[in-house]
């Protein structure tokens, strides 16, 4: 309701109704742009340090974007949201997937790749859709995909709505060699009790706890116990926005394994991730 006698409302209003007609300006483009292929997937490196600090490749995160006509190369943060609240993650998500699976049979046929695992970010709403496991084992059966090299991520928002629903769908992708990263480990609501409930491989600390690791008592107290805990349950541990060596080598004492991060390479195109992926090796 406009309050006319008061300009200030009416500025907020006008505000609001920019806002407004903005959001339905993107969510329109986005639908527009996922059925005429205006998505694209970035991967970027997750390493291990093998004997001799020798770098070696155990696969990647594909990271989606929005290649916009006329903005350019959008960021997920700017849209994710809107397609998580307006339903259109459900496009996205299958287009995710289906895009993750025709890559890792591609890679299936060359050496070079044919080991690395592919981890593809869920969204709670997208995991939680009644038909998410046949989707994922139909997309896996039609693309010639080898399951056993996809991982999917999950946050912890996923466990405060239906535990014993998500154990399940984890439990039926499992059964077919799906694997599991809990994602941003540590910011959400995690219980340590649906933890170990949960078919898991892995837990992935958050960049937040990562960023300061050199300088913050705190953070490298949380990155330690991210580290225990995994270990304890026998999960693997992987670290995201590892930036600088001083944090890489803070990790591996901690017991972490794997990296992720710009210190080793940002999001690639395919093209260049697998240039990249070929100079290690070389
Ligand atoms: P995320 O899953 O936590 O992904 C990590 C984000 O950190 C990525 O941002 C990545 O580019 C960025 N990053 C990686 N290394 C570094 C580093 O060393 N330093 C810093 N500062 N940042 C780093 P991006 O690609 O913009 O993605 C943002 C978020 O969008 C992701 O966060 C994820 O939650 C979401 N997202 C991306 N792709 C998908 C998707 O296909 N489906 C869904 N549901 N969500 C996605
Ligand atoms: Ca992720
Ligand atoms: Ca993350
Ligand atoms: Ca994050």
Redesign the pocket.
């Known amino acids: 309701a406009k309050h006319n006698s008061r300009g200030s409302l009416h500025f907020f209003d006008s505000q609001l109704e920019q806002a407004v007609s903005e959001r339905m300006r993107i969510e329109r483009e986005l639908r527009a742009g996922i059925a005429a292929g205006q998505l694209r997937?970035?991967y970027?490196p997750q390493v291990t340090m093998q004997e001799g600090r020798h770098l070696a490749v155990v696969g990647a995160?594909?990271?989606?974007?929005w290649q916009h006509p006329r903005q350019g190369l959008i960021?997920?943060?700017r849209f994710?949201a809107l397609?998580?609240e307006t339903g259109l993650?459900a496009a996205?998500?299958r287009w995710?997937l289906q895009t993750a699976c025709k890559q890792l049979a591609v890679w299936k046929g060359r050496p070079a790749f044919a080991d690395l695992v592919l981890a593809?970010?869920?969204?709670a709403a997208?995991f939680l859709e009644p038909g998410f496991t046949q989707q994922v084992l139909e997309l896996l059966a039609s693309t010639c995909a080898p399951p056993g090299r996809l991982k999917l991520?999950l946050?912890e928002s996923l466990l405060v709505q239906n535990a014993e629903a998500v154990i399940a769908t984890m439990s039926a992708l499992q059964a077919h060699g799906v694997q599991f990263s809990l994602?941003?480990f540590g910011t959400g609501y995690s219980s340590l009790a649906y933890l170990k409930r949960l078919p898991l491989q892995q837990l992935?600390i958050?960049?937040g706890f990562?960023?300061d690791l050199e300088t913050d008592g705190n953070d490298a107290t949380i990155a330690r116990s991210i580290a225990a805990l995994a270990r304890g349950l026998g999960l693997t541990v992987i670290a995201?926005?590892?930036?600088t060596a001083g944090q890489r080598d803070l990790l591996a004492a901690m017991g972490c394994t794997t990296y992720?991060?710009?210190?080793?390479s940002?999001?690639l195109a395919l093209q260049d991730f697998e240039a990249w992926c070929l100079r290690q090796a070389g």
């Not at 995160?61 to 974007?65: C, G, N, S, Y």
């Not at 593809?120 to 969204?123: D, G, R």
């Not at 995201?240 to 930036?243: A, I, K, N, Q, R």
């Open positions: 997937l970035h970027q995160e594909a990271l989606v974007r960021a997920p943060g994710i397609a998580e993650i996205l998500g995710v593809v970010n869920v969204s997208q991520e946050t994602d941003d992935k958050d960049q990562v960023r995201e926005g590892v930036e992720q991060g710009y210190y080793y940002r999001p």
